[in-house]
């Protein structure tokens, strides 16, 4: 393969996510999410925006599929908001939920667009948090039945189910950090936390592979990172190989080994958190054979050790390359590291995704109505080049999701971070074209990265 062709059969897509663009938070029996809770709650989000009304996606879903059809995508990755069709997160379901995912999943079936549905992206439903959230094993059981039910209803439709959306972020951003819903700072109950999100992972897959005739092919996505020493101290390469065993390999490990990296549970073992062993029938069910692996690539870390830091002895530092508005260094070369390592340590021939890869930058409105990004196409053009020479090296990548199709909510940083290719105008709901967007319809056309 020349470099920068991709395979035929490539499947190019945007991804977004339900909390991010549909708004509409108390519409036709959506019950609260814990994003509807945190955002709502003073100084955890930039100037106290919220999701309550996002891109409207809810009521313009017609029109963004149109988008995506003039952007000639193959394919849709999107997450279903588990309160629409659980309002308490169990137990009477709620069918107006489900017809909005079943219009959706129409519309873009009549496009020839696929739809990659995301079962969970961070909208946990208040009512499950009331009960002690992921945090509690009983959540991994009823995440389980919300699947099931969407199986059920949705399989036929559905040719990519994807269980959990970074399970690292849910824990530690959600449980330890606080920055992201629920906002705890308890390591215990992200420790907890992550292992219950591996679990209900597991209980969905079971639930796929038992529940008879099954369609699709179900993954799950992790966001991972190259972690690097910023200086060629030994203690510094060591706080690296800490937070790559964090980042990375708490996740990777279990899903296809079938335990947590030892040394990282000798380390917090060593810091007075002895994590409970898991059940070993636990641990069999986790690293059970999945279809693909979704992978969310941004950049790297950079890290330094710090003694005086309480969990992990190190710090991220900032990297001297060129950066996003989200402050993260533009490291293209990473994502083909990235590719290989799990290629050969964990992921083997089994197809990988890329769910996620994108850019923000201070978008605005020219002059001449257009929105001129030329960064964020070089960003995409030198990742998608990544991609294809770890193509070219036998990774076997079947897909790209460009994060996003449109400006959202970007969590704590509410509307203040642009990462779409289609600029939103948040007080009219206009849709605007980037350039970025009309390079990518071109690499799509041309299956190939493209000046
Ligand atoms: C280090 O970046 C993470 O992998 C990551 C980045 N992102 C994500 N995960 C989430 O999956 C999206 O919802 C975010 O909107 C998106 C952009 O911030």
Known sequence: MTEGRFPEGFLWGV????????GAVAEDGRGESIWDRFSHTPGKVYQGHTGDVACDHYHRYRADVEEMARLGVGAYRFSVAWPRIFPQGRGQANPKGLDFYRRLIDALRERGIVPVVTLYHWDLPQA????????????????ADYAAYLFDRLDEAVPYWITQNEPFVVAILGHVTGEHAPGLQDPMAGFRAAHHLLLSHALALQAYREGGRRHGRIGITLNLSPVEPAGDDPEDEAAARRLDGLLNRWFLDPLFRGAYPSDMVAHFAGLGLPLPE?????????????????????????????????????????GPLPKTAMGWEVYPEGLRRL???????????????????GAAFDDAVSPDGAVHDPARVAYLRDHLLAVSRAIDDGVPVRGY???????????????????????????????IWKDSAHWYRRVIEANAVVD
């Open 15 to 22: 991804a977004t996510a339900a909390y991010q663009i549909e």
């Open 128 to 143: 499950l948090q009331e009960r002690g959230g992921w945090a509690h094993r009983d959540t991994a059981y009823r995440f």
């Open 278 to 318: 898991p059940p070993q029938e636990e641990m069999r069910a986790i690293a059970a054979p999945i279809d693909f692996l979704g992978v969310n690539y941004y950049s790297r870390q950079l890290v330094r050790h710090e003694p005086g830091e309480p969990l992990m002895a190190m710090r991220q530092v900032e």
């Open 339 to 357: 590719l290989e390592r799990l290629r050969h340590e964990y992921t083997g021939e089994l197809p990988i995704l890329i769910t996620e890869n």
């Open 401 to 431: 999701f460009l994060w996003s199709l449109m400006d959202n909510f970007e969590w704590a940083h509410g509307y203040s971070k642009r990462f779409g290719v289609l600029y939103v105008d948040f007080d009219t709901q206009a849709r």
